[in-house]
């Protein structure tokens, strides 16, 4: 028979003891092992833990049974001064019949480890904040990397370099490789263009303020930042009717588009400007100027020859018609 048999038939027989063999202080009783009562205070448990302690001391008590008696003692003690594992105890006291989730509880506090919350959270911002800084820096360099393999952007780049002085014309007195000098060149161009290169969106450059826990650290000073910036403008815009300047003009726009700041940014001068020449920021304008894109984006792919054959090709053969065609 199993051992949970076993115990299952020692409960029927002696009772169903609470007092189970490799559980908390065995088939003793941990309170009686310190001699305290069930209602014991902490302080009652440690002074009677550090009294039966010294009296049975390895290197005082010479009986045979002194270091078991000592262990027990230490044992009982360390289940009963945690007020989480002396509730478990209490628990199995109290309900000798649930031997599973008595098994549970005990291996639970048994097994998992003690880790503070606090530390849990801290590294896992942590991890998130690095995760976070090296993907913006891999999106960064896959810009700039794209950027210096584009011909023009190169061209313009070394002509800038070797107006600044930066790369010599006179390479055969070089007496450097020419793997060494072509390293060298693009050092030189990658900064020129990171230097110069306007770009902006989810390829920007990025901040160490960007990441997460420095986010956590600003975020009350972005809080009263926001609360400051929306009663100024109830106030100036609610209740004195002032007209909008070119941010607020700029700020209505980015919110009648849905777009976050970034992705506003990312826009050209050009798209920005049609946005402030129909006086976009007043709702209906948008709302007027959208469909007229919208049309004129249509008409766009009407014409395109490309999308002309992808619509017949959906029409004929698109995935909601049925055919016998291989």
Known sequence: MGPIVVLLALCSIRGCEALIEGLYCGKENCYDVLNVSRD????EISKSYRRLA???HPDKYKGKDGEKKFISISNAY???KEDDSRQDYDYMLDNPDELYRNYYRYYRRKVVPKVDPKIVVAVTISVISLIQ?????????EAINSIMMVPKYRLKAMEMA????????????DKRSKDEIKEEENEILRKIVEENADIRG????????DVLWIQIFIFPYYIFNYIVWYLRWIWKFNI?????GDDEKQYLIRKHLRVSQGQFDALTDEQ???????EAWVFQNFKELKEELMEEERKKLANNSKYKMYRRFMKNKGVSRMTFED
């Open 40 to 43: 014991a205070t902490k302080g």
């Open 54 to 56: 010294r009296l049975y």
């Open 78 to 80: 360390e289940i009963l």
């Open 133 to 141: 800084y090296y993907v913006w820096w891999a999106r960064y360099n």
């Open 162 to 173: 070797t107006s600044q002085g930066l790369i010599s014309k006179q390479k055969k007195k």
């Open 202 to 209: 989810v390829y920007c450059k990025p901040l160490i303020t």
């Open 240 to 244: 004195k009717r002032e007209e909008y």
């Open 272 to 278: 920005k400007q049609v946005y402030i020449d129909r």
